[in-house]
């Protein structure tokens, strides 16, 4: 897996967790760059993608109420408003919960010792 499906399939289990509890997470692009070592472009990038493709709503707080990322003026005005610290909101959609039920569980690097 590369660092691009490490981005996706963490953003869609972060997002999962927080359904349970608040049903958001709140990210800040720059954070989500340093966490998975991709450029902070390349993150934004992703969530569009992610968003367009249906697995996550993406949306950001402007001042008044929370606005969906399609219904700001581009993604620049989304990921650099600074109304909300320059967070954005991620929500995990059902296509998102259906899809990372169908991949497979990564291995957490633990090996079986009990043959050396």
Do not use: C
Not at 35 to 58: K, T
């Amino acid at each position: 897996m590369n660092r691009y499906e490490d981005f996706r399939r963490g953003i869609l289990e972060q997002a999962e967790s927080s359904s349970r509890w608040n049903g958001h997470i709140m990210k800040t692009t720059y954070g989500l760059a340093h966490e998975y070592g991709i450029p902070e472009n390349r993150v934004r990038e992703q969530l569009v993608a992610l968003a367009n493709s249906g697995f996550i709503s993406l949306a950001a707080w402007d001042g008044e109420h929370e606005r969906p990322y399609n219904e700001w003026l581009n993604a620049d005005a989304l990921f650099s408003n600074t109304t909300d610290g320059g967070h954005v909101r991620i929500r995990l959609l059902s296509a998102g919960g259906e899809l990372l039920s169908k991949t497979p569980k990564s291995p957490i690097g633990f090996t079986d010792s009990s043959n050396v």
